[in-house]
């Protein structure tokens, strides 16, 4: 099965950028989807297809995709930001999603 | 965008089976199925299982074949999931998922259902 790595735990202040990035073996080439969850809430879709967003999601919120890594972007971060996050690709041998372990973010 | 409630918190002994179900707000003309993910205290996201429900096929996690079973009710816009031989590593909250036409992602999630296992 494809394997998704994520740190475990990002930090960043209010006010600057926060970059969580997903490692997967040619990553590149599949399409990455990203999840917000926040204690005690079901996991919310924040980015589809690499970087497009729902609707509903601020545009602080983008993502890039190239190589082995993909990356969730929060620009001007907010403590509302803090929460867990989930990277997600269809593995197509399996024929099923595949998650990332999660990162933490944290809003110093 | 498809709404999922889910049914209520279970309780359950080792060995027993819970039956949890989803209500779909409606089923639109780009749902494809619907996905089963848990989440056991503490940890990541786990894919269980999907169920097309245009034509009942399923899919299962290996970790779980041959215990889960999903199933849909098109009339009442339902989907179940059955998981038998439970155990105390199957204690997890439970999400239902809605998968779109074409789509990889899950763009709706239930609110989640707590079975606990405990003797």
């Known amino acids: 099965s494809y394997v998704l790595t994520q740190p475990p735990s990002v930090s960043e202040a209010p006010g600057k950028t926060a970059t969580i990035t997903c490692g997967g073996d040619?990553?590149?080439?599949?399409?990455v989807h990203w999840y917000q969850q926040k204690p005690g809430q079901a996991p919310l879709l924040v980015i589809f297809s690499d970087g497009d967003r729902p609707s509903g999601i601020p545009e602080r919120f983008s993502g890039s995709n190239s190589g082995n890594t993909a990356t969730l972007i929060i620009r001007r971060v907010e403590a509302g930001d803090e929460a867990d996050y989930y990277c997600q690709v269809w593995d197509s041998s399996g024929d099923h999603p595949v998650f990332g372990g999660g990162t933490k973010l944290t809003v110093l | 965008q498809v709404q999922l409630v889910q049914s209520g918190d279970e309780v359950k002994i080792p060995g027993a089976s819970v039956k949890v179900s989803c209500r779909a707000s409606t089923f639109t003309s780009v749902t494809y199925g619907f996905h089963w993910v848990r989440q056991a205290p503490g940890q990541g996201l786990e894919w269980m299982g999907w169920i097309n429900s245009r034509n009942g096929h399923t899919n299962y996690a290996h970790n779980v074949q041959g215990r889960l079973t999903l199933t849909t009710d098109a009339s009442t816009r339902t989907v179940y999931m059955q998981l038998t031989g439970l155990r105390s590593d199957d204690t997890a909250i439970y999400y239902c998922?809605?998968?779109?036409?074409?789509?990889?992602?899950?763009?709706?999630w239930g609110q989640g259902t707590l079975v606990t296992v405990s003797s």
């Open positions: 998922t809605h998968w779109g036409e074409g789509d990889s992602f899950l763009d709706s």
């Open positions: 040619n990553i590149g080439i599949k399409s």
